[in-house]
């Protein structure tokens, strides 16, 4: 089944910054909405980022805002994930998520295709 897949995770002390890479697929890509997600251990997956199709619409998790950056190139089926200003609660495995539609979605139900996920570990 093909799939979105992640790449850019590891450990990052507090304070710093990871860039995290998505690459998609498909003939239409730049009409499909991208997510981003995380799953900490024991806690349900949650939203993080979300950007339409476009590009012109983002929307950020409340905890993410103002550190986190989700972006796209249409022209390389990717989508990024910059995370700056890491914060230990930010530890999880983080999840790239593809939608057939093209607008944004926080719900996790919204997304078609989902990616293997990409570990995310930031030290105090």
């Known amino acids: 089944q093909v799939q979105p897949v992640e790449f850019g995770g590891g450990l990052v002390q507090a304070g710093g910054s990871l860039r995290l890479s998505c690459r998609g697929f498909?003939?239409?890509?730049?009409?499909?909405?991208m997510g981003w997600f995380r799953q900490a251990p024991g806690k349900e997956r949650e939203y993080v980022a979300t950007?339409?199709?476009?590009?012109?619409?983002?929307f950020y998790a409340d905890s993410v805002k103002g550190r986190f950056t989700i972006s796209r190139d249409n022209s390389e089926k990717m989508v990024y994930l910059q995370m700056d200003r890491l914060e230990p609660e930010d530890t999880a495995v983080y999840y790239c998520?593809?939608?057939?539609?093209?607008?944004?979605?926080?719900?996790?139900?919204?997304?078609?295709?989902w990616g293997q996920g990409a570990q995310v570990t930031v030290s105090s």
């Open positions: 998520a593809l939608s057939v539609k093209p607008y944004t979605s926080s719900r996790p139900e919204a997304y078609d295709h």
């Open positions: 498909g003939f239409a890509f730049g009409r499909n909405a």
């Open positions: 950007i339409a199709g476009s590009g012109g619409s983002l």
